[in-house]
């Protein structure tokens, strides 16, 4: 479907997060979102970057992606005929890596043209495999384990899926054999945010005693031969997250067995058609994928809803209520969790939320329209 791209908003909120997130490259209590509205004839399509405050998940933060949509995407996108958003990637500039602040505007693209063409986004992108999503937690690191047990027990009763925690050097082990301890058989898995080396393989290993689902990103954010060498020690699963930034890399690392689950992030892989693609190789592969989460407004949440419904994400994802993360989220109605743990998908054309634009307004910090 042809549309032409008339107007681009960047737009930067500040929104305080309910609770501190914690991960093993900080604490954030604080979520600067770079929002993206793409408008052709007079609709808009909305995305979200998804990139941090700082450089510390990856190298991209909420300045640099800024910088990279006004001065380099925006131009070569502005005013241009553009065949469908399946093909967005195309036109954009070969800057090299980056790919948070391509995969704003590549999915505000796919969200304008899932408007213009009055159909879900869901449908637009290939997906619908499922009518609702199984739904898990991210837990960052808390202050005690305590409150962390404390913690995981209000998600659990709220009906969540899994229950993923964040661990570090000096909290990791008897951390996880606590939680364990508390709650034997739940869907459990741990993510360290490339916290170790392979010179910790030993010291990893202990948690193949306590039956994770999968260990997630243990190693460096670039790595891949490591993770390989480190799965063949390990019985639990190690999951792929930071690694993965391309069907390429997915390729890569499931050919030297690097990982048997793939974490599918839009914005690190740049959007839904590469998303699309990595997805593809895993299913070829048998490697199951599940949707990340990157504290995301209710723009990026909703995208990940879309992308949960193609048919290789089996495993719940990061992706979780509205609620848990915002006193008041920017689209209306927020995202809901059902009592069963999943999140159903809806019909209304393109994301299939309404902005609330009033909220928008009031907690942008700043706007710039390129024409
Ligand atoms: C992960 N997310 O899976 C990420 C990491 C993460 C939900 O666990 C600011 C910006 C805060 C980016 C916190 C979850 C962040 C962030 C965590 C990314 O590894
Ligand atoms: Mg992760």
């Given at each position: 479907m042809a549309f032409r791209i008339e107007r681009i908003v960047l737009r930067r909120l500040k929104m305080p997060l309910r609770h501190f997130f914690e991960t093993s490259f900080g604490r954030t209590t604080e979520r600067q979102i770079l929002l993206v509205e793409a408008v052709s004839e007079g609709i808009s399509g909305w995305g979200e970057v998804t990139a941090g405050e700082h450089p510390f998940y990856n190298e991209e933060w909420t300045d640099s992606a800024w910088l990279i949509l006004r001065d380099y995407v925006a131009p070569a996108v502005l005013g241009r005929g553009l065949d469908s958003a399946a093909q967005a990637g195309a036109m954009f500039p070969r800057v090299r890596g980056h790919r948070m602040a391509l995969g704003g505007l590549e999915a505000a693209l796919w969200d304008l043209e899932a408007r213009l063409a009055g159909e879900p986004l869901w449908k637009r992108i290939g997906g619908g495999a499922r009518r609702e999503i199984p739904c898990g937690v991210s837990i960052g690191i808390q202050d005690s384990v305590a409150q962390l047990l404390e913690k995981i027990a209000v998600e659990l009763e709220a009906g969540y899926q899994r229950i993923k925690i964040k661990i570090k050097p000096g909290w990791d082990v008897d951390v996880v054999r606590e939680v364990r301890e508390r709650f034997p058989t739940i869907k459990l898995m741990a993510d360290a945010n490339s916290a170790y080396t392979i010179n910790d393989a030993a010291h990893l290993k202990q948690l193949d005693a306590y039956y994770l689902m999968m260990l997630e990103q243990p190693l460096a954010h670039d790595d891949i031969l490591d993770h390989a060498a480190l799965q063949l020690q390990l019985d639990t699963p190690i999951c792929l997250d930071e690694s993965i930034r391309s069907a390429r890399h997915a390729e890569q690392a499931i050919r030297a067995g690097a990982c048997r689950i793939i974490n599918i992030k839009l914005g690190r892989v740049g959007g839904f058609a590469e998303a699309r693609r990595v997805h593809d190789v895993a299913q070829a592969a048998g490697v199951p994928v599940w949707c990340g989460g990157m504290l995301e407004s209710g723009v990026g949440r909703a995208h990940n809803i879309a992308l949960a419904t193609l048919p290789n994400f089996v495993l719940p994802g990061d992706v979780s209520a509205s609620k848990r993360y915002w006193?008041?989220?920017?689209?209306?109605p927020p995202v809901e969790v059902t009592p069963r743990g999943t999140i159903e998908i809806r019909e209304e054309p393109g994301f299939g939320y309404a902005l609330d634009l009033d909220y928008v307004r009031h907690v942008t910090v700043q706007e710039e329209t390129l024409r």
């Open positions: 006193q008041r989220d920017i689209i209306e």
